[in-house]
């Protein structure tokens, strides 16, 4: 793994909420991380969280044709565990956003089908358990990623706008600019990606991708991370109902078991 950044690259994260990082992998590292998400992901039929977590079971709606979606392979798999949990991309995600320490809140894969749906836009830590402005999400091309099969796009500087209101990615692609009218006011930017590259993003930006309107997979494994130290917000996410029923709004989350430190 690739994790070094320059000054400008930090820069620019901290500005705009995003950053196109080109190498993160290289194309041994690829394909051992894709063999192992595609073995995991194999392991788990209709499930979409692996490893003890909240039960949610794939279907047919509109949404579960917008990606094959499988979260904490980590804790299934110890190659995706070995890249996703490695120190120094933790090393940089502390530099992108000037915080002491990482853990992790979940990884996913998401393969965007052939012909799957358009990723609606939306902000993703309002889906979590934790409030953060801090919080920061690897995406990694499996694949080549195109504006042809869905690669991400993002509204640069969205973070600033944001509250913690959000939509559902469901059928209306703009809805969330209901919530937040100022955020159509910039022009999104789209990051195609070789396998490899990957794009950081914060917690808080506006994202989402296109259909997929090719015949073949867009693969992606991504990973999400909070800082050390955030704290319960009452609202379930993936974590196992045990648990969840065992924590107080406010309670720090720092069950090294779920969200270890990386
Ligand atoms: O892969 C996609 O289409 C969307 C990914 C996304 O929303 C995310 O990684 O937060
Ligand atoms: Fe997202």
């Known amino acids: 793994m690739k994790c070094d950044l320059t000054q ?25 991380l894709k063999a192992a998400v595609l073995e995991a992901i194999s392991t788990m039929g209709k499930q979409k969280v692996a490893g003890d977590g909240a039960e949610i079971v794939e279907g047919e709606s509109y ?33 992108l956003s000037d915080q002491k320490a990482y853990r992790v809140w979940h990884d996913q894969a998401l393969i965007k089908e052939p012909f799957g749906n358009p990723t609606g836009w939306h902000l993703d830590n309002p889906y979590w358990s934790f409030n953060s402005h801090h919080a920061v999400s ?8 195109t ?36 955020m159509a006011e910039t022009d999104p930017v789209a990051f195609p990606m070789k396998p490899g590259d ?3 993003h914060n917690g808080l930006t506006a994202h989402g991708a296109g259909a997929n309107m090719t015949r073949t997979r867009r693969m992606a494994m991504t990973c999400a991370y909070m800082p050390d130290g955030s704290t319960f917000n009452g609202q379930q996410n993936i974590l196992p109902n ?5 924590l107080n709004v406010g309670d720090v989350l720092n069950n090294d078991d779920w969200n270890p430190l990386v």
Not at 153 to 169: E, R, T, W, Y
């Open 8 to 32: 400008e690259q930090i820069a620019s994260y901290r500005r705009d909420g995003i950053l196109s990082y080109k190498g993160l992998l290289n194309q041994d590292e690829v394909a051992e």
């Open 63 to 95: 949404y579960d044709k917008v990606f094959t979606q499988r979260l904490n392979l980590w804790r299934i798999n110890d190659t995706v565990k070995k890249f996703m949990l490695n120190p120094e991309l933790g090393r940089m995600l502390c530099q």
């Open 138 to 145: 690897v995406w990694i091309a499996l694949d080549e990623a």
């Open 147 to 182: 504006p042809y099969n869905g690669c991400m796009c993002f509204i640069p500087g969205s973070q600033k706008q944001a509250k913690f209101d959000n939509v559902d990615i469901g059928e209306n692609l703009a809805a969330l600019f209901d919530i937040y009218p100022s």
């Open 198 to 200: 990957c794009s950081f």
């Open 242 to 246: 045990d648990y969840f029923k065992s």
